[in-house]
């Protein structure tokens, strides 16, 4: 018998991808493009009858997914929010949804709205970012859990988009299912939308795939490709991360123009034991606080030369943004005010590049942002 694979990345590379699947044993799983699946005899399938319901391409993504959330299942979607929306169906009518309002600015807006719509109130369930997007503020999930032992009717749900698997797992401190946006660090190359949800939960999984099915959020089996290729890398990508994220958050700590740094992995940041203790790291998101307001934000931002001005995180490129204009623009502004997302915010996805580069880029157009 073969030794286990216990290692994160000895997993990330092998789980759910055993040749012995496919009668031609190819090392890298085939893509399986097609729609249909011939059956031995009326309502007699080998495991798929229609890609909807169910694929091989995807199938080795999701058990793979599972294995690096320490679950036991899980299933892909047509990107974070389809998961989101689709956890959602677990709720009726009247149920309530317990959140943060420092939320990921697509999630404030589907339960603001649309779940506000299906008579879903802003308590079935607990929904729990950590670190928050875009402020970075920790969740204790030990507590979390212990706060709902006696509580068990209610759901908990942590999205770990930010963390990936490798940093952060959320069901080993008691969530129930772990939510991704697979766009960003999982894939982590800016190529693919994509979402997916872990649990360890039997009855929790039939439901949630029962409602991927009925809802048809899906994603092609070409992006599931895609996103199980970006899996192999994904140990060295946010070991990168994190050195660029730390090395980058030092810098604009002692930064004349800067006013105060956002970063679990600083040692001055608020919650860092409770980063220390949840997190095996941190990873490349960064915000900071630049000195004046939207006029010095924006002329920072378009100095920027290596740092590309767009939405979206954790791929293998450095983005910048201004939430408040940007990914958080929905966000009602008097919540936004309160959040701490005013609009000398910026953050930073520190991606794999030379720091040295990162650095020096950083530091000219903070230099050119506080010009008269």
Not at 47 to 73: D, I, M, V
Request: aromatic residues 8%; proline residues 5%; glycine residues 6%.
């Amino acid at each position: 018998m073969s030794p286990p694979m216990t290692e994160f990345a000895t997993r990330a590379i092998h789980d759910g991808q055993d040749p012995q699947k496919w009668s031609h044993r190819a090392v890298i799983p085939p893509i399986s493009l097609a729609t249909t699946f011939q059956q031995h005899a009326p309502a007699e399938h080998s495991g798929f009858e229609y890609s909807r319901s169910g694929n091989p391409t995807r199938q080795c993504l999701e058990e793979s997914l599972a294995s690096l959330e320490n679950a036991k299942y899980a299933l892909c979607f047509a990107s974070g929010l389809a998961a989101t929306l689709s956890t959602t169906y677990l709720l009726k009518t009247g149920d309530h949804i317990i959140c943060f309002d420092d939320l990921y600015g697509g999630t404030n807006r589907l339960f603001r709205t649309c779940a506000a719509n299906m008579g879903i109130e802003t308590s079935f369930m607990v929904w729990i970012e950590t670190p928050t997007n875009p402020t970075m503020k920790m969740v204790d999930l030990d507590g979390v859990s212990k706060i709902l032992k006696n509580h068990p009717e209610i759901v908990y749900v942590v999205d770990n988009t930010f963390m990936s698997p490798f940093f952060q797992k959320p069901l080993d401190h008691g969530a129930h299912i772990v939510i991704h946006s697979l766009s960003k660090y999982i894939n982590g190359h800016s190529d693919v939308v994509m979402g997916a949800l872990a649990t360890s939960d039997e009855e929790l999984y039939k439901k949630m795939k029962y409602y991927q099915n009925s809802l048809g959020t899906v994603p092609s089996p070409f992006d599931c490709f895609l996103v199980n290729r970006g899996l192999k890398t994904l140990h060295l990508r946010m070991e990168r991360h994190m050195q660029n994220g730390q090395k980058v958050a030092e810098f604009l700590e002692q930064h004349k123009a800067v006013e105060r740094v956002l970063y679990p992995g600083l040692k001055s940041y608020p919650q860092y034991e409770l980063a220390q203790r949840q997190c095996t790291g941190t990873s490349g998101m960064v915000s900071f606080y630049i000195k004046g307001g939207l006029t010095e934000a924006q002329k920072f931002i378009k100095s920027l030369k290596v740092f590309l001005l767009a939405e979206s995180l954790g791929s293998v490129e450095s983005l910048a943004e201004i939430p408040s204009l940007m990914t958080h623009a929905s966000v009602p502004s008097d919540q936004r005010e309160k959040l701490g997302i005013s609009d000398n915010l910026i953050r930073l996805s520190v991606g794999v590049e030379s720091i040295n580069d990162l650095i020096a880029d950083l530091d000219q157009a903070l230099a050119v942002a506080q010009k008269p």
